[in-house]
């Protein structure tokens, strides 16, 4: 399909290392100079974890952000929007990070423990591009070998049965690729080659009725 006719790309950085939040700005601001929309599961604000440190980039680079941020089930759900962004709280605790994965085009993974491990395995299953970038080498091996490990058993924390059951998921271990010795523009060049002319990210379609509201608002948040 033609690129002018596809919503712009909706990029995802995940990571949890604070040592990496100054990585996740300087991508942020990248992104938004494409005029791609970072994804992550921060809200902004606080520039000194990775999630917020993508959002601060991507206002400074003047460009758009959507932060799915984490609610346990008996929080209220919602969508407001903020600054140049869109919050996104679907009150689904941990699940989030499925979901960070099933509305993310591509993704781009920085140093990070299990939280990032779910999120990059929720990719995997999902087929949705990954660049590891910013990871020592014995630390991505590690990564690699667990992300395999899980999506070959398809036993991600994040998920549960009923969400597995209405998402057309293949198990794969091919879609990590390792760009930690590039520079960030090149990273990012890449990332918009993963998705030319395609878009697969989309709101998650599961829940139902009762997420319509946010739904909108995500869809006017997207624009035409």
Same mark, same amino acid.
């Given at each position: 399909m033609n690129e002018s006719r596809l919503r712009p790309p909706i990029i995802a950085i995940f990571g949890g290392d604070e040592d990496a939040a100054e990585a996740?700005?300087?991508?942020?601001?990248?992104?938004?100079?494409k005029e791609g929309i970072v994804l992550t599961g921060g809200t902004g604000g606080n520039c000194k974890t990775v999630k917020d440190a993508a959002i601060c980039g991507a206002e400074a680079g003047g460009g758009r952000w959507i932060g799915v941020n984490r609610k346990e089930p008996d929080n209220k759900r919602d969508a407001r929007f903020e600054g140049t962004g869109l919050v996104l709280e679907f009150a689904v605790g941990n699940r989030r990070n499925f979901l960070e994965a099933y509305?993310?085009?591509?993704?781009?993974?920085?140093p990070g423990? *299990?939280?990032?491990?779910?999120?990059? =395995?929720?990719c995997v299953?999902? $087929? !949705?591009?990954?660049? *590891?970038?910013?990871?020592?080498?014995? =630390?991505?091996?590690?990564?690699? $070998? !667990?992300?395999?490990? *899980?999506s070959g058993e398809a036993e991600i924390p994040a998920l549960d049965q009923?969400?597995?059951?209405?998402?057309?998921?293949?198990?794969s271990s091919n879609g990590i690729t390792d760009v930690r010795h590039k520079m960030p523009g090149q990273v990012v060049g890449e990332l918009l080659e993963d998705v030319k002319g395609?878009?697969?990210?989309?709101?998650?379609?599961?829940?139902?009725?009762?997420?319509h509201e946010m739904q909108r608002k995500y869809e006017e948040f997207l624009g035409p």
């Open positions: 996740a700005f300087e991508l942020g601001k990248l992104i938004a100079a509305m993310c085009d591509v993704a781009i993974a920085l423990g *299990a939280g990032t491990d779910s999120e990059v =395995a929720s299953l999902l $087929k !949705r591009p990954v660049h *590891a970038y910013g990871w020592a080498g014995s =630390a991505m091996h590690g990564m690699q $070998k !667990r992300i395999r490990r *899980a009923q969400i597995l059951q209405v998402t057309p998921v293949t198990p395609q878009r697969p990210g989309a709101f998650p379609p599961f829940f139902g009725a009762d997420y």
